[in-house]
């Protein structure tokens, strides 16, 4: 069975343009990170995302994170609320700069953060004598969490919301785009993810002195003086000339993606949906989801590991959901707030195969296996 091709979780898909943009930074001499490509990508993301936010290319999703917590004035030793149900790099960054991760669970509806635990945690914060600077919501899996309750807590308790958006790059909840929502939004463009610039991420705001606090610090935070000087600790996060190249070809294709990933999940849940024992996460009215990963919950830890070895044995990678921060040996010590959602989320659940470039007979083959764990 080894033989036949392997299946990716989610590989690459490169739409035609992107080496010819690559090349003319070549041609120019426009090794460096700035330069046209740089602005024009910026420029391809506002166009798409909207009109309203100014949008900055950096190195990666991480160092966007990074910024945007140090722009919205998070120091050591202060609270940071994260949703625990999310990949590391969403909650690390909270780490870099001596802060504390106070971590929330999720809600059934979105498998994003719950509306009910955050306010729970902020009261209970607030009572301590400490209350949190800034909450890290993430649209995982594409899937948008509850905007307008997370908004309106974020107003009622005047604590800016960081968005991160790495998952969910053409997500939207009526019709407005994902990472325009928050004070603060971020991308990523790293390689499994729906457009990619083979590494690489955006901060993206409405507010344009965030932009340039962002470009400011990501680029040595070098004061207006001929000479080089410093009066803030800067990094190197800008996003460079040749990948952003990249990055302009695949804005030219986002919106095929965002339909072939779709159009996967559609099938999966087409031909899985009548098995009882399978669940997926449908949309709530008006959250349209990117669908970056289809996933699927079975009825058991056992069955989700048996359809993984089975999919494994014909070659086709597929994945548990993400692990929660609370469970992970780097953050089980911070607080949480959790209910046992995303610890049962974990156990039951399944990434699948949802590359943009995945065939028609890509798809029979795994479902074709699924199938057979249920029916033999
Ligand atoms: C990928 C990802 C990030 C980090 O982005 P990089 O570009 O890989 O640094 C952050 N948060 C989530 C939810 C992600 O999936």
């Given at each position: 069975?080894?033989n036949?091709?392997?299946?990716?979780?989610?590989s690459?898909?490169?739409?035609?343009?992107?080496?010819h943009?690559?090349?003319?930074?070549f041609?120019t001499?426009?090794?460096?990170?700035?330069g046209?490509?740089?602005?024009?990508?910026?420029?391809?993301?506002?166009?798409?995302?909207?009109?309203?936010?100014?949008v900055?290319?950096?190195s990666?999703?991480?160092?966007?994170?990074?910024?945007?917590?140090?722009?919205?004035g998070?120091?050591?030793?202060?609270?940071v609320?994260?949703?625990?149900?999310?990949?590391?790099?969403s909650?690390?960054?909270i780490r870099?700069?001596?802060?504390?991760?106070?971590?929330?669970?999720s809600?059934?509806?979105?498998w994003?953060?719950?509306?009910?635990?955050?306010?729970?945690a902020?009261l209970?914060?607030?009572?301590?004598?400490?209350?949190?600077?800034?909450?890290?919501?993430v649209?995982?899996?594409?899937?948008?969490?509850?905007?307008?309750?997370?908004?309106?807590?974020?107003?009622?308790y005047?604590?800016p919301?960081i968005?991160?958006s790495?998952?969910?790059?053409?997500?939207s909840?009526?019709?407005i785009?994902c990472?325009?929502?928050?004070?603060?939004?971020?991308?990523?463009?790293?390689?499994?993810?729906i457009?990619?610039?083979s590494?690489g991420?955006?901060?993206?705001?409405?507010?344009?002195?965030?932009?340039?606090?962002?470009?400011f610090l990501a680029?040595?935070?070098r004061?207006?003086?001929?000479?080089?000087?410093?009066?803030?600790?800067g990094?190197?996060?800008?996003?460079?000339?040749?990948?952003?190249?990249?990055?302009?070809?695949?804005?030219?294709v986002?919106d095929d993606?965002?339909?072939?990933?779709?159009a996967n999940?559609e099938?999966?849940?087409?031909?899985l949906?009548?098995?009882?024992?399978?669940?997926?996460?449908?949309?709530?009215?008006?959250?349209f989801?990117?669908?970056?990963?289809?996933?699927?919950?079975?009825?058991?830890y056992?069955?989700?590991?048996q359809?993984?070895?089975?999919l494994?044995?014909?070659?086709i990678?597929s994945?548990?959901?993400?692990?929660?921060?609370?469970?992970?040996p780097?953050?089980e010590?911070?607080?949480?707030?959790?209910?046992?959602?995303?610890d049962?989320?974990?156990?039951?659940?399944l990434?699948?195969p949802?590359?943009?470039?995945?065939?028609?007979?890509?798809l029979e083959?795994?479902?074709?296996?699924?199938?057979?764990e249920?029916?033999?």
């Amino acid at each position: 069975m080894k033989n036949q091709t392997k299946i990716w979780l989610s590989s690459p898909h490169m739409g035609g343009n992107e080496q010819h943009y690559v090349d003319e930074a070549f041609k120019t001499n426009w090794i460096a990170p700035l330069g046209p490509n740089v602005n024009l990508f910026e420029e391809a993301i506002q166009k798409y995302v909207s009109n309203e936010v100014h949008v900055a290319a950096l190195s990666a999703g991480t160092a966007a994170i990074h910024l945007a917590l140090e722009i919205l004035g998070v120091q050591s030793g202060d609270e940071v609320l994260c949703q625990s149900f999310t990949f590391s790099a969403s909650a690390n960054p909270i780490r870099y700069l001596g802060a504390t991760p106070i971590f929330i669970d999720s809600e059934r509806d979105t498998w994003n953060i719950s509306p009910k635990l955050l306010e729970e945690a902020i009261l209970d914060r607030i009572e301590k004598g400490r209350k949190p600077k800034a909450i890290i919501a993430v649209h995982l899996y594409g899937m948008p969490y509850k905007i307008a309750e997370i908004n309106a807590l974020s107003k009622a308790y005047n604590i800016p919301v960081i968005e991160d958006s790495a998952e969910a790059l053409g997500s939207s909840v009526n019709g407005i785009n994902c990472s325009s929502f928050g004070d603060i939004g971020i991308l990523s463009f790293n390689g499994n993810k729906i457009i990619t610039t083979s590494g690489g991420g955006a901060l993206v705001t409405k507010k344009n002195e965030y932009k340039n606090k962002a470009v400011f610090l990501a680029t040595q935070a070098r004061d207006d003086a001929p000479h080089y000087q410093h009066s803030n600790v800067g990094y190197n996060y800008r996003m460079s000339n040749v990948l952003a190249g990249i990055g302009r070809g695949q804005m030219e294709v986002l919106d095929d993606r965002v339909a072939a990933r779709r159009a996967n999940f559609e099938y999966y849940k087409e031909e899985l949906g009548h098995l009882k024992e399978i669940e997926f996460l449908n949309e709530p009215s008006g959250f349209f989801s990117n669908r970056w990963l289809s996933c699927i919950l079975t009825e058991s830890y056992e069955k989700r590991e048996q359809i993984r070895y089975a999919l494994l044995e014909h070659n086709i990678e597929s994945r548990p959901l993400w692990k929660p921060m609370h469970l992970q040996p780097i953050f089980e010590n911070f607080p949480n707030y959790s209910d046992g959602t995303s610890d049962d989320l974990f156990k039951r659940g399944l990434c699948l195969p949802s590359g943009s470039n995945l065939t028609k007979s890509d798809l029979e083959r795994i479902v074709h296996i699924i199938h057979k764990e249920y029916t033999s």
